[in-house]
């Protein structure tokens, strides 16, 4: 198996993680650094509107970005020269831009593009750390104690915090935008205590931003139905977990229902 690969950005050295079956390339090559951009600023993560894989492709050609930090500091002029970039789209893109200069932090973790960590791991690190400073400072062990991470992915997010270059990188990215606190869910809110499983399309909730909301009125909401399940929210085309939540005398809603519920 060689030990370095031209391709690859950095000095082209390959490794293999431990815990993980593939090897991989020790710097982010071309390819890995245009997806994690896009990952960067995709709806779940920043959100940024506009920005889109062959504008990302071009401002990189361009060497107008490199990293995410380079995103907030672009400037009109530098927009505009871009072929087909006229001025509204420019405004458009910049005060899009400015609007994610605030994120949760959930959000801004998920957007790191940390290896083992998708959302819900990024929410269960932030909802346990509460502030950026709390996720940095902390051990391999600290993480490895929060419910529903283990031994892989808490050593695999306390590497990437402690390597010196990572350390720069959020230095240089928290001088543009603020990672702002965890905000804990109520204790007190319209479904506090209430398990909720998501099932089928919904009309004005993404699955995420469903959860999202849940969390907020106070609910812990679930991937699967069990005896301890409270309500089923079915949406258009629901699965098999509506039938399991009837076998369990689980309540099935709908989504108005859903909203009346957080609404109260």
């Known amino acids: 198996f060689p030990d370095t690969l031209d391709a690859c950005g950095g000095d082209g050295e390959i490794i293999r993680p431990a815990g ?73 893109l910049l005060a899009s831009i400015d609007q994610s200069r605030k994120i949760s932090l959930p959000r801004f973790l998920h957007a790191l593009s940390i290896p083992h960590v998708g959302a819900e791991t990024a929410r269960l690190i932030a909802k346990e750390c509460i502030t950026l400073e709390g996720v940095r400072s902390a051990d391999a062990a ?13 050593q695999s997010v306390y590497d990437w915090f402690a390597d010196s270059e990572n350390q720069k990188y959020l230095d240089d990215l928290l001088s543009e935008m603020t990672a702002q606190n965890y905000a804990r869910d109520s204790e007190d809110g319209p479904l506090a205590d209430k398990t909720i499983v998501f099932t089928g399309s919904l009309d004005d909730f993404t699955r995420q931003e469903a959860k999202d909301v849940a969390r907020k009125a106070g609910a812990n909401p679930a991937s699967s139905v069990s005896g301890n399940t409270d309500y089923v929210v079915a949406g258009d085309n629901p699965g098999s977990k509506v039938e399991q939540g009837r076998e369990l005398g689980v309540d099935i809603i709908d989504e108005s229902e859903f909203q009346s519920l957080i609404n109260q």
């Open 20 to 92: 993980e079956a593939k090897h991989r390339c020790k710097y982010p090559g071309d390819k890995q650094k245009q997806a994690e951009l896009e990952h960067f600023v995709s709806k779940q993560c920043f959100d940024i509107e506009g920005l889109g894989p062959e504008i990302i492709e071009k401002l990189r050609f361009e060497d107008l970005i490199e990293n995410p930090a380079d995103i907030f500091r672009l400037e009109k002029d530098e927009l505009l020269d871009l072929e087909r970039f006229a001025e509204k789209s420019a405004s458009n």
């Open 142 to 154: 600290d993480f490895e104690d929060i419910d529903g991470i283990g031994d892989i992915v808490a």
